[in-house]
């Protein structure tokens, strides 16, 4: 059996299709709805790093600048490691989910320290890097290292879930990863891993836009929340403010200016206790420090 680079058990419980029949109807479909997107036939592991983190929780159609502005500035994990942490968050900004840029640059910066500047090549090793999940993982193994591995994402998992599971709910990925792994190691599909997943990237999208998203009937499916007004917008401004003053800014006035903000945008003052919660959380993150009374990035 082929090694696994320790992605999980392999395995085709009882279903409706044939194994070899799901993977040829996949690999067509595949073919045919391609999407040629910047971060796709990359061969650096770095590359296909930064297209997958930031590819969570954010549409294609606004990553591809983004992705092509930040290797510009930072190329390589080396560079990335040697960047200032206020470059790299700025560079980000408008991406949303800060946290990832910041597990990046911790990344980057581990593998310097430890990996001479160069990524892992497992799924354990990658595991081992912060930020760094199982589908992320897997990502960088199918589509730098062009090694079957399980990934799981949303699209993927919209299509197993609409091609195996199109009369149940609350389908649990404990079910589906079997499935996933056995289809990825399965000859046809292992032999060029970066179809495979390209194809069944492509396949999830398309049913996304023209039937009811299949995702919903995972056990696992969460409605996000609105951004305009929540905890996450607040951090996000927060942020922003701290950045845009090198010299650093005392709290008050961050906590006075985001309050104007707020009531310019119709909605009430941030109370001090939140305000305080979340200052706490980004320095804690290391979002920016706090020096003699100075928030600095």
């Known amino acids: 059996m082929m090694q696994k680079d320790g992605c999980g058990q392999a395995g085709w419980p009882s279903q409706p299709r044939d194994i070899d029949e799901f993977v040829s109807d996949m690999l067509r479909k595949g073919d045919e709805l391609y999407r040629d997107l910047p971060w796709r036939n990359v061969d650096d592991p770095y590359a296909v790093l930064v297209s997958e983190i930031m590819l969570q929780q954010t549409q294609v159609s606004r990553v591809g600048r983004f992705w092509e502005r930040f290797l510009s500035a930072f190329p390589t994990l080396d560079a990335l490691a040697a960047a200032a942490v206020p470059d790299v968050l700025e560079l980000w900004q408008g991406l949303g989910y800060n946290r990832r840029a910041l597990a990046l640059k911790r990344t980057a910066d581990q593998c310097a320290a430890e990996g001479e500047g160069r990524l892992p090549e497992t799924c354990e090793g990658l595991l081992a890097l912060p930020g760094i999940g199982p589908a992320t993982a897997a990502g960088v193994v199918a589509f730098a290292y062009q090694r079957p591995a399980v990934y ?133 993150e290391g979002f920016f420090r706090e020096e003699a009374g100075l928030l600095i990035p």
Do not use: M
């Open 152 to 284: 799981l994402e949303t699209n993927v998992r919209s299509v197993f879930l609409h091609e195996l599971f199109p009369a149940e709910e609350a389908v649990s990925d404990k079910v589906l990863l079997p499935l996933v792994e056995a289809a990825a190691f399965h000859p046809v599909a292992a032999a060029d891993p970066r179809r495979w997943y390209y194809g069944l990237l492509d396949y999830g999208a398309y049913l996304k836009a023209t039937v009811p998203n299949p995702s919903r009937r995972s056990s696992g499916h969460t409605r996000q929340s609105a951004f305009e007004g929540s905890r996450r917008q607040k951090r996000a401004w927060i942020t922003r403010r701290v950045l845009a003053a090198p010299e650093g800014v005392r709290r008050a006035v961050v906590l006075a200016d985001l309050n104007k903000a707020e009531l310019a945008a119709a909605r009430p003052e941030v109370d001090a206790e939140l305000f305080a919660s979340i200052i706490a959380d980004l320095l804690t």
